[in-house]
């Protein structure tokens, strides 16, 4: 394992000094947990050459400009179908981590366009391609389309697959992910609960796809006001997460956002401030500038204000939410919907019910047709 170390006891050298002693152990080549992550890496980040190699990986760690520019230029030395439907697959995938959803649909569409004419109704690489497309179409909304594609994705990948593979787990998440968008949270918690089952035995304990399992299972409870539940599975989610990602890396973000809502409904105002702040921190420092989750800690600072009846600083922020979407997601999404309903609920709590009567409406308007 060359030169990879477990920290051990950690001294400060001197009360004065911000100095410190830590005590490294040298990892022995038989070191079996860190030897199952190393191995899970490898496969994760496999490719039929080393270049797709290296996408996969930057796109994995975050890295979207420099995965976007490798794959334009491998796209453009592609020779045959096979190697342009991969690419096009890649940069789909790239540009809705981006919150680009219309650019990811389009580019998954050319690479499923291109393996219809090639590959059987049951090949496993058109379950990627259905899968990918059913995520752009959740993040934009369009849940039953979502549905539909998930659908078709988990029909190929029950009949490819043993029933213990990581692969299966993430179709039940996802699937499990669109029901909560729903609303219909026992049909959520019940394909979130099969995810981890699957998990918790395919992968090793410090994997980050086991940090997502613990996660949305705390989404579900945190969404059905058991604080306690949500909270347990949240932090099991977060642990994970310090110990496998970069201390800026976007998931650790969202961790914080999902554990400071929690505490902002237990009605704990300053721990929940405490997290959206550093949830902001990392989106600004590593998100593109019109990545639609730049929103989310304004919106969550607009709720925190609002319970504390600083109604000034709620709706500032929760303008700040809104100009964002309005740059970021379609006229019609759920989000633009449920910030036009925030905006409108402080107006009423200060007493401008024109303006409250005005935003409300709005939201309707996007609710009624969504």
Not at 141 to 162: M, R, T, V
Request: charged content about 25%; aromatic content about 12%; some cysteine.
């Amino acid at each position: 394992m060359h030169t990879v170390f477990r920290i051990g006891e950690i001294r400060k050298i001197d009360k004065k000094s911000p100095l410190y002693e830590v005590e490294l152990k040298l990892t022995p080549d038989d070191d079996q947990q860190l030897r199952q992550l190393t191995d899970r890496v490898r496969e994760e980040s496999s490719g039929s050459t080393g270049w797709y190699r290296m996408g996969k990986l930057l796109l994995k760690i975050g890295q979207f400009n420099k995965a976007e520019e490798l794959y334009m230029a491998l796209l453009e030395q592609a020779s045959n179908d096979s190697d342009k439907a991969h690419i096009y697959h890649q940069l789909g995938w790239l540009k809705d981590d981006q919150g680009q959803y219309q650019e990811a649909a389009s580019f998954y569409e050319m690479s499923l366009k291109i393996e219809r004419k090639t590959l059987p109704e049951d090949h496993p690489s058109l379950a990627n391609t259905y899968n990918n497309i059913a995520i752009v179409y959740n993040d934009m909304g369009d849940y039953s389309k979502a549905l539909e594609f998930y659908g078709k994705a988990h029909k190929i990948k029950e009949k490819a697959l043993p029933p213990n593979h990581p692969e299966l787990a993430i179709s039940y998440g996802n699937i499990g992910q669109v029901y909560k968008n729903m609303g219909d949270y026992s049909k959520a918690l019940e394909f979130y609960e099969k995810d981890l089952e699957i998990t918790k035995k395919a992968l090793p304990p410090n994997h980050p796809d086991l940090a997502s399992s613990y996660n949305s299972i705390g989404q579900v409870y945190n969404t059905m006001g058991d604080y306690s539940k949500a909270l347990e599975f949240y932090e099991k989610s977060h642990q994970i997460l310090e110990k496998a990602l970069p201390s800026n890396h976007p998931n650790l973000a969202i961790s914080y956002n999902n554990i400071g809502q929690v505490y902002n409904n237990m009605g704990d105002y300053s721990k929940a401030l405490d997290f959206f702040k550093k949830s902001q921190k990392i989106f600004v420092e590593t998100l593109p500038e019109n990545h639609p989750d730049l929103a989310f800690p304004y919106n969550w600072f607009g709720k925190i204000y609002r319970s504390m009846k600083d109604y000034s600083k709620a709706l500032e922020n929760f303008a700040k939410c809104l100009a964002i979407f309005q740059k970021t997601l379609p006229e019609r999404h759920p989000n633009r919907a449920i910030t036009y309903s925030n905006i409108g609920d402080v107006h009423r709590l200060m007493g401008n019910y024109e303006k409250a009567l005005a935003f409300h409406q709005k939201a309707l308007n996007i609710q009624e047709n969504v």
